[in-house]
């Protein structure tokens, strides 16, 4: 059965800063994995998404890497801002379709 | 953009209740997808849609049933609200495994009573 765990579950770090985020998993038979963010009570949003065949993808400060032999991927967030403060989840996609997540990384920015 | 949309951002019922969560996308996706959210659980899966008329148990189904009668809405009905039923509910849609993932609705907080 596939687990996904994220590291660290919390963290703070001062306005400026490099960060990154841990994801890994169990089975590494992934067809893709995604990253979001998300809000106080709000839905998620979709930030990054790595297919199987790709070892990284990257938006604007943002890049995500995946290494499907370790099982592992990361969220490198460069020159953090207050902004983005919010809890990070990654997902995986298996064989079945369906998404499996972690129990996220809560980020907080500090001015 | 994508735009899922569900028809409640809150909600407050008693117990008992029958309980009906809406949720609707635009991008004409194949896939529709009910969550619930809970502190130390993370998102589990309710119930999910690969068409119309179709439907699978996702990880959580007991006590809920979903309906398809459109490609575009997928909606969620708690036969008999209970407390235990309280939560985020969040709904989800997608192209497929090799499209650019799913995207989420805004979530709709569940209170019974």
């Known amino acids: 059965k596939q687990e996904v765990t994220q590291i660290p579950a919390a963290l703070s770090v001062p306005e400026g800063e490099n960060l990154v985020l841990n994801c890994s998993f169990t089975d590494s038979a992934i067809y893709n994995l995604q990253w979001f963010r998300q809000d106080p009570g709000k839905g998620l949003t979709s930030l990054l998404l790595i297919q199987s065949s790709q070892r990284e993808q990257t938006s604007g400060r943002l890049n995500a890497s995946l290494d499907k032999s370790s099982g592992r991927s990361t969220l490198y967030i460069a020159a953090s801002q207050p902004g983005d403060s919010a809890t990070y989840l990654c997902?995986?996609?298996?064989?079945?379709?369906?998404?499996?997540f972690g129990t996220g990384t809560l980020l907080a920015v500090q001015p | 953009d994508v735009k899922v949309t569900q028809s409640s951002r809150y909600l407050v019922k008693r117990t008992g209740e029958k309980v009906f969560l809406e949720c609707v996308q635009d991008?004409?996706?194949?896939?529709m997808f009910w969550y619930r959210q809970d502190p130390g659980l993370g998102l589990r899966l309710i119930y999910f849609s690969y068409d119309v008329k179709m439907k699978e148990k996702g990880d959580i189904p007991e006590g809920y049933s979903v309906s398809r009668e459109k490609k575009e809405r997928f909606s969620l009905i708690l036969e008999s609200a209970s407390t235990n039923q309280t939560s985020m509910y969040l709904c989800?849609?997608?192209f497929g495994s090799g499209g650019p993932g799913e995207f989420f609705g805004p979530g709709t907080r569940l209170t019974v009573l």
């Open positions: 991008m004409d996706h194949e896939n």
């Open positions: 997902a995986v996609r298996g064989a079945t379709n369906k998404l499996i």
């Open positions: 989800a849609s997608s």
